[in-house]
C-alpha cells in the first residue's frame, strides 16, 4: 500500500459542478441561449478571467467581492507580479475595458455577448455562488445609445428564456433618472445613497428601508415620499400617470418617465405581465444611469434575480479619451440551473454524447473496428470504439450502462458482415457503416 497521502475529496461552498448528465442539460441551454443572442446580430467576445484591480475597481462598491490572484511559491519581496490582478466579479466591466482597448478594430454601435464565469466573494447561500455562468448581451455607441436598445434587450431575453422550460417570471423594469430625479426634487442630498437603500426593498422590507433612509439624514415625510414612489408598478403611462399625482416635479424625472413610457411602449406586443414597470426596482451598482431591468421567478421573488442590466453612460469612457455609453443585461445561468436541478425539475440527458460504440472482437479486429469507427465519424455519428478486447458480452453491458443507443459489429470473420444493435429495441442485425443511420433501423443495409 501506498505511503501518499490521501486528500479526502469534498465539494467546495458556492463553486457548483455538475454530473455528466446534468451537465449535458446545461450545455443544451447555453446553445439555446447563444442561438437567441445570435439571432439578434450579436457577436460572441471572450475576456480573460483576470483583470487589474484598477480596472475591476474603477466604477462601484465592488472591491469586498473581488478575488484578488497570488501565486503560492511567490517570493512577496521581489514578485509582485500578480498583486494587481483580480478575477472578474462581473461581464460588463471587462467588456468595456475590452471596448477601449480594441476601439479601432469594431463598428459601432458594437452589440456583443459574453457566456463566461464569474467570481464573488460573498457568503454562499441558496441562489448565490462564488463561481457561476453569466450570460451577458450589451450594445456599446460611441456618445449616444439609440434608446430603442433599451427595449430590445428585454425583448430578446423574453425569446431566450421562453424557450427553456422554467418557472413563471416575469421581467421588471425601472429607470434611475425616475429616482434620481423625484428624490432630488425632494431635496434629497444624496440621492444615490436612497438609491442603494430602496435597492434593498425585496430583502429588508418597508420598515427596514426607512430606517436607512432616516438614518441618512431624510425626514420622515421625505422617507415615506420614497416608499411611496416604489410602490408604483404598472404599464408605462399608468406609471408616469401614478408618479406625478405625487407632486414632485423636475426635468431629470419627466426625462426618466419619458424614457420608461418609450421602453414600455416598445414592448406592448409581448404577452401581458411580462414585463413590468417596476419603481422598487433600483439595482445597486453605481454605474447605472438610466434603464434598470431585474427579473425573479413569480412563485419565488425572494430566490433572487434571474436576469438583471440596465444603462450605462460613461463605463467604457474610463479607459479611452472617449463617449462610449452602453446598454447590457445579464442572464444568470446558474442561478437558474441550479434551482431546477436541486428541485428535481430538470429531465437529465444522457451520460455521454457517443451515438455508436464499434465492438472490438478481439486482437486482430481492432483495425477494422478503427477503421469502422472512423467511417462512422465521418458521416455524422459521435462514435466510440470500445477500449480493449474484453469478452462482447461485457462491452455491450458497458455501452448500456452509459446509455449509448447503438452497438456496432464489426465482422468477426473475413466471411462475415456488419452487424448493429438497437439498444432500445434490443433489435440487431446487418447495416453498411457507409449508409445505415438510426432512422433507418437495425437489421437494415441502408
Sequence with gaps: MSDQRVVRPTPISGFPEWTPQVRAVEQR??????????????????????????VLTAKGET?????TLHRLQADDAKDDSDARLGLHFDLTVPFARYVAQHFNELTFPFKRYQMQRVWRGERPQEGRFREFTQCDIDVINVDSVPLHFDAELPRI?????????????????????????????????????????????????????????????????????????????GSGEEVA????????????????????AFVMGDLAD???GSVVADLSIARGLDY?????????????????????GGRY??????????????????????????????????????????DVMVVVPGAESRRDALLTGELLRSRGFNTEVFHSTAKV???????????????????????????????????????DPGTWSPGSGAGSAG
Design 313 to 354: 453612460e460613461d463605463l467604457a469612457g474610463q479607459f479611452i479619451r472617449r463617449r462610449l455609453p452602453g446598454v447590457g443585461i445579464s442572464i444568470g445561468l446558474t442561478r437558474i440551473f441550479a434551482k431546477l436541478v436541486a428541485e428535481g425539475r430538470i429531465t437529465e440527458g444522457r451520460t455521454c454524447p457517443t
Design 157 to 233: 431575453v423574453h425569446r431566450v428564456l421562453s424557450g427553456l422550460d422554467i418557472p413563471a417570471w416575469t421581467l421588471n423594469v425601472n429607470n434611475r433618472k425616475v429616482l434620481q430625479g423625484f428624490y432630488e426634487g425632494l431635496g434629497v442630498k444624496d440621492p444615490v445613497a436612497v438609491i442603494r437603500a430602496v435597492d434593498k426593498l425585496h430583502k429588508i422590507g418597508d420598515g427596514g428601508v426607512r430606517e436607512i433612509l432616516l438614518s441618512e439624514g431624510l425626514g420622515g415625510e421625505q422617507a415615506d415620499a420614497c416608499l411611496a414612489l416604489a410602490r408604483v408598478k
Design 393 to 431: 458480452g461485457k462491452q455491450i453491458q458497458y455501452a448500456a450502462k452509459k446509455g449509448i443507443p447503438f452497438v456496432w459489429f464489426p465482422p468477426f470473420d473475413a466471411d462475415g458482415a456488419h452487424e448493429v444493435k438497437d439498444m432500445g429495441t434490443g433489435v440487431q442485425g446487418p447495416a
Design 270 to 272: 409581448l404577452p401581458e
Design 288 to 308: 447605472y444611469t438610466g434603464t434598470v431591468y431585474e427579473a425573479s421567478f413569480d412563485d419565488d421573488p425572494g430566490y433572487g434575480s434571474i436576469c438583471a
Design 63 to 67: 472591491s469586498q467581492e473581488v478575488y
Design 241 to 260: 400617470a401614478r408618479v406625478r399625482e405625487l407632486g414632485i416635479t423636475s426635468d431629470l424625472l419627466d426625462e426618466g418617465l419619458d424614457e420608461l
Design 29 to 54: 441551454w447555453l446553445d439555446h441561449i447563444r442561438a437567441g443572442f445570435e439571432s439578434f446580430g450579436f457577436a460572441s467576445v471572450e475576456t480573460p478571467s483576470v483583470e487589474n484591480l484598477d
